[in-house]
């Protein structure tokens, strides 16, 4: 309930505080009932449901993080190869044009072969790293994945056993889970645990 901030005689106010404390404390009673009321349903059923908030789990899950720095770390290497060759080229090529008048016309046919080759290398380069990456990419995210997957399952084992674990967030297909089947905190520091455990091993 929004707070209100109108000016009243004290005893108005009074008044008012006591009848919003009261409403609000009605709401809550009701919110209360019907979140039990529901559990029992879900029990009475041999049913267990909890609730993984996905969006929460990329930004606080330590490994996406480091994959995330892993994957610019190696765009960043491979395009600033491909940018040093292509330096090279460019320099060899305004070094042709200062002194080709001078070659003989074998010599001049020789260096634009070797110059045109050196372009087309380049050229296959730069979509050979762009492979790579998204290589490495699709293997490192496949990587984050399997890791959050085999965490849930131990997860269930240790918490539940939870008949449905459901993905929660923008991109899920889930509109709307109760606050209480919310596991996600759990699960973030039972994997951000496991992963510091698993790199100092290393």
């Known amino acids: 309930m929004k707070q209100m901030t109108i000016k009243v005689m004290i005893l108005a ?8 404390s009261c409403k609000q404390k ?6 209360n009932t019907e979140k039990i009321a529901s559990e029992r349903a879900f029990e009475a059923a041999g049913i267990r449901i909890a609730a993984v908030n996905m969006d929460r789990v990329n930004d ?4 996406v993080a480091d994959v ?10 491979l395009t600033a190869d491909v940018q040093r060759q ?7 090529y305004e ?17 634009e072969a070797n110059l045109e080759q050196k372009q087309q ?3 296959a380069l730069q979509q050979t790293y762009a492979n790579q990456l998204v290589t490495l990419q699709s293997q490192r995210m496949e990587d ?12 269930n084992e240790e918490n539940g056993p939870y008949t449905l674990v459901v993905m929660t967030g923008r991109n899920s297909g889930v509109l709307y889970a109760q606050p209480s089947l919310d596991v996600t905190q759990e699960v973030i520091d039972g994997l951000n645990q496991e992963y510091l455990n698993g790199k100092k091993g290393k």
Do not use: C, H, W
């Open 95 to 111: 070094n042709y044009l200062k002194i080709g008048a001078t070659l003989t016309l074998a010599e001049q046919k020789r260096r």
């Open 68 to 77: 995330q720095k892993e994957l610019s770390d190696t765009e960043q290497r």
């Open 13 to 20: 106010g009074v008044s008012l505080l006591a009848f919003t």
């Open 60 to 63: 606080e899950f330590q490994m």
């Open 144 to 155: 984050v994945t399997n890791t959050i997957l085999s965490y849930i399952e131990k997860y």
């Open 26 to 31: 009605d709401e809550n009673r009701k919110d």
């Open 121 to 123: 290398d380049i050229a």
């Open 86 to 92: 292509a330096t090279n080229f460019q320099n060899e």
